[in-house]
């Protein structure tokens, strides 16, 4: 099979399922050294890949303002940005997603070759030339590796993740995040995934009496209102910052980078954790880690599911219930047993 020269990997969403897509863009690099190398990412998430050494280009798609403009029966810049993909004349196209609109993206890339899962959903299997069926039991990061070797290229497990340079600098010299910091991340999309917020701010007050430094919490502005005692606490304490709604992905990738310690629900966070290689504990509800945890840290997770309860992210009364058992004590327990290895990375 004759090597491609321009490759387009297509993962757009969500941001920890980008950050954990990384393996693949090694493993495409490590294959064929001398291809071009494009990532079709969510506009709002491409600062997540676009430092990575082994990508050649970022392709930004606008989701939000694409969306909006079909809506409301405007198809020109789903035309132009279809215009743009085509012209780069990719042979060779991976869709990493496995819905409709990722794989619609690789069918509109032109690529000879079209690399996807054979039970894509959404019907998204239709759009991709080379259908492959990958055990659903596997953990995600192991199901887009498969695809990579389905491609041709042998894979290669490495999650390392590289923040855009200009957001290192401004963590580097901002004297907030001097010292032993952690970051809380204690916002979820869905409630059945949330830790409460109460809880965490216990944590982050026991952490700081054991010697952290800071706690810095995180989440997106519509998150605040999920984080009303860490709020109340960063009030009364100024060694627990507030960044909600006031991190951009790449800074947040730099904070997470320079942190001691990540405590977290399901989230983001957690995979930029693993990323950075950092200490880390992950709080879950009714989710498979084994699926889609952070990857190869499943000992890192504290999850209370009791015989025979179902896995459903979707169901909140279940997902409280299941997150209600993790106690304060066992979380500042984990958070005290990480912090005490001095927050040292375990790979070189």
Request: glycine residues 10%; charged residues 30%; proline residues 4%.
């Amino acid at each position: 099979m004759e090597a491609p020269s321009r490759i387009l990997l297509i993962r757009p969403s969500a941001l920890g399922d980008v950050c954990r897509t990384v393996p693949v863009l090694a493993s495409l690099r490590r294959a064929w050294p001398g291809a071009r190398i494009d990532w079709l990412v969510q506009d709002t998430f491409a600062d997540a890949v676009r430092a990575h050494p082994a990508l050649t280009g970022v392709v930004p798609f606008a989701r939000r303002g694409m969306g909006a403009d079909l809506r409301a029966g405007r198809a020109g810049g789903l035309r132009e940005f279809v215009r743009g993909l085509r012209q780069a004349e990719y042979d060779l196209a991976i869709d990493a997603q496995g819905l409709f609109r990722s794989g619609f993206f690789a069918w509109a890339s032109g690529a000879a070759r079209r690399v996807g899962y054979a039970d894509a959903r959404e019907g998204g299997w239709f759009f991709c030339k080379e259908r492959h069926r990958v055990p659903a039991d596997a953990h995600t990061v192991e199901r887009m590796l498969a695809l990579a070797r389905a491609a041709g290229a042998e894979p290669v497990e490495d999650m390392r993740l590289y923040a855009p340079a200009e957001e290192e600098a401004a963590v580097e010299s901002d004297g907030r995040f001097a010292g032993r910091f952690v970051v809380i991340a204690p916002t979820s999309r869905w409630a059945g995934k949330r830790w409460p917020a109460e809880r965490f701010a216990l944590v982050a007050g026991s952490l700081l009496e054991r010697g952290a430094d800071r706690a810095v919490v995180v989440g997106s502005a519509s998150e605040r209102d999920q984080c009303g005692a860490l709020l109340d606490l960063a009030a009364r304490d100024a060694r627990v910052v507030d960044l909600i709604g006031a991190t951009s992905v790449g800074r947040l990738m730099a904070l997470v980078r320079r942190a001691a310690l990540v405590l977290a629900n399901d989230s983001a966070a957690l995979h930029m954790a693993v990323g950075f290689d950092r200490p880390l504990v992950g709080l879950y509800g009714p989710t498979r880690v084994d699926r889609v945890g952070p990857w190869r840290r499943e000992g890192d997770v504290i999850q209370r599911v009791r015989p025979g309860e179902r896995l459903d992210h979707k169901d909140e009364a279940l997902g409280r219930a299941m997150m209600e058992r993790i106690t304060v004590e066992e979380v500042v327990s984990a958070c005290a047993e990480r912090l005490s290895r001095g927050g040292v990375r375990t790979r070189a």
